[in-house]
């Protein structure tokens, strides 16, 4: 099990998952939103230059589910989530912006066990199958998942310059 310290829901974490974690400046007057959109469009133009038409969106039923959710074809593909940590010694206030990109792997299996996590937490919390998809998938991937992880950590990179 990982920790991450963004707030959301248990979210599947594995090989096939991509995760961007961006450390921001709190902006005077700056909200929510603004932090998504800053975390969220770097990961849109990277899908798209992959080849995938991705928008924000909730997707009920989903793991983590929020407005700020990247969607391909009307599942998730991408959670999103923040944490907002108060000035300090060090800073004037920071958020703490995560992506999960999925990019390959048995999104039903990684339901299923987010789900399970709250069944054994006691809570009766539960996600549904069929709400996330992956890159892999979406683009009918053919080759390895660690050839198409690493096409994406680089087309991801090469967006956030």
């Known amino acids: 099990m ?19 974690s961006l450390y921001l400046p709190v902006i005077p007057g700056a909200n929510p939103d603004h932090y998504y959109q800053r975390l969220g469009a770097p990961l849109l133009t990277a899908l798209g230059r992959l080849g995938l038409d991705a928008h924000y969106g909730p997707v009920p039923g989903s793991f983590c589910d929020g407005r700020y959710n990247l969607v391909v074809g009307g599942l998730k593909i991408t959670g999103t989530a923040q944490r907002w940590l108060a ?75």
């Open 87 to 161: 000035p300090s010694a060090t800073h004037a206030g920071a958020v703490l912006a995560h992506a999960m990109v999925m990019v390959a792997g048995d999104m039903d299996l990684g339901t299923e066990i987010a789900s399970r996590f709250y069944e054994l937490a006691g809570s009766p919390t539960r996600f549904q199958p069929g709400t996330s998809t992956t890159v892999a998938a979406q683009l009918g991937w053919q080759g390895s998942d660690a050839a198409l992880i690493e096409r994406c950590r680089t087309t991801l990179l090469s967006e956030l310059g």
């Open 2 to 20: 990982y920790v991450r310290d963004s707030g959301g829901t248990a979210v599947p974490a594995g090989p096939g998952i991509l995760n961007l």
